[in-house]
């Protein structure tokens, strides 16, 4: 997954750059209904934990180690224009987007280190708004916010060799929220190449009860790459 990361974003790169690759984006000027699909690669920000409540009174913070992370995406939206008084075109979307994204659990430290399978995975539907900020001849330039719910996943922690099995996993749901910016190349009449980059700021989560593990609100950076259709 990572190798087909790093070349669809060499390929995006490719295609950006020269101004003759693909047709001028006429179709973006218009007011259209879309879909995308996009696939990202992400990177975890203020991941603190895991926050161990031991009882009596008695606590102790962990820390854990990712690899990069990888997700996808699958958006529904609709552009329309508005005019000032000068007849100045302003251009803006409004989507629904529903996100999924995993990162890999390489290590927890608990009293000592040990090695972690498993994965941090998140599952979120946005609701986004953008606009249009910028334009030249062959690209156009958005940025807006989204949010939405988010659903998360962690796996129990390792055993430590004191016996404790004290990090516990689960699921659990709280309020997201998203900024993200978008530079747009069309591929014809109806597709168009997306990139972007976001932040998303996902809720915290708590699981169990004597021991109860905590970890708090923490985000996810990173870039895709989402093919557009309209219709």
Same mark, same amino acid.
């Given at each position: 997954?990572?190798?087909?990361?790093?070349?669809?974003?060499?390929?995006?790169?490719?295609?950006?750059?020269?101004?003759?690759?693909?047709?001028?984006?006429?179709?973006?000027?218009?007011?259209?209904?879309?879909?995308?699909?996009?696939?990202?690669?992400?990177? *975890? /920000?203020?991941?603190? +934990? &895991?926050?161990?409540?031991? @009882?009596? !009174?008695?606590?102790?913070? %962990?820390?854990? #180690?990712?690899?990069?992370?990888?997700?996808?995406?699958?958006?529904?939206?609709?552009?329309?224009?508005?005019?000032?008084?000068?007849?100045?075109?302003?251009?803006?979307?409004?989507?629904?987007?529903?996100?999924?994204?995993?990162?890999?659990?390489?290590?927890?430290?608990?009293?000592?280190?040990?090695?972690?399978?498993?994965?941090?995975?998140?599952?979120?539907?946005?609701?986004?708004?953008?606009?249009?900020?910028?334009?030249?001849?062959?690209?156009?330039?958005?940025?807006?916010?989204?949010?939405?719910?988010?659903? *998360? /996943?962690?796996?129990? +922690? &390792?055993?430590?060799?004191? @016996?404790? !099995?004290?990090?516990?996993? %689960?699921?659990? #749901?709280?309020?997201?929220?998203?900024?993200?910016?978008?530079?747009?190349?069309?591929?014809?009449?109806?597709?168009?190449?997306?990139?972007?980059?976001?932040?998303?700021?996902?809720?915290?989560?708590?699981?169990?009860?004597?021991?109860?593990?905590?970890?708090?609100?923490?985000?996810?950076?990173?870039?895709?790459?989402?093919?557009?259709?309209?219709?």
């Amino acid at each position: 997954m990572h190798k087909r990361c790093i070349f669809s974003f060499v390929v995006l790169g490719v295609l950006l750059h020269f101004p003759g690759a693909i047709a001028a984006p006429t179709n973006l000027d218009q007011e259209f209904v879309y879909v995308q699909g996009a696939v990202e690669t992400s990177k *975890l /920000s203020n991941f603190r +934990g &895991p926050l161990v409540d031991l @009882g009596a !009174g008695i606590a102790a913070t %962990g820390m854990t #180690t990712f690899d990069r992370g990888r997700g996808w995406g699958l958006t529904l939206g609709r552009q329309w224009i508005s005019e000032d008084e000068e007849k100045k075109r302003d251009f803006h979307r409004l989507e629904i987007e529903l996100l999924s994204s995993s990162f890999k659990r390489k290590s927890v430290t608990f009293f000592q280190a040990m090695p972690a399978s498993g994965d941090v995975s998140a599952e979120v539907t946005f609701v986004n708004y953008l606009r249009r900020i910028s334009e030249s001849e062959n690209y156009r330039y958005l940025a807006g916010l989204g949010i939405g719910l988010a659903r *998360l /996943s962690v796996a129990d +922690g &390792p055993v430590f060799s004191n @016996g404790c !099995g004290c990090p516990k996993g %689960g699921d659990s #749901t709280g309020l997201a929220w998203q900024a993200k910016a978008v530079a747009q190349r069309p591929m014809g009449d109806s597709s168009v190449l997306n990139g972007y980059i976001f932040y998303r700021s996902l809720p915290g989560m708590s699981f169990g009860s004597s021991p109860q593990t905590k970890y708090p609100r923490f985000g996810i950076y990173g870039i895709g790459i989402a093919l557009e259709f309209s219709f």
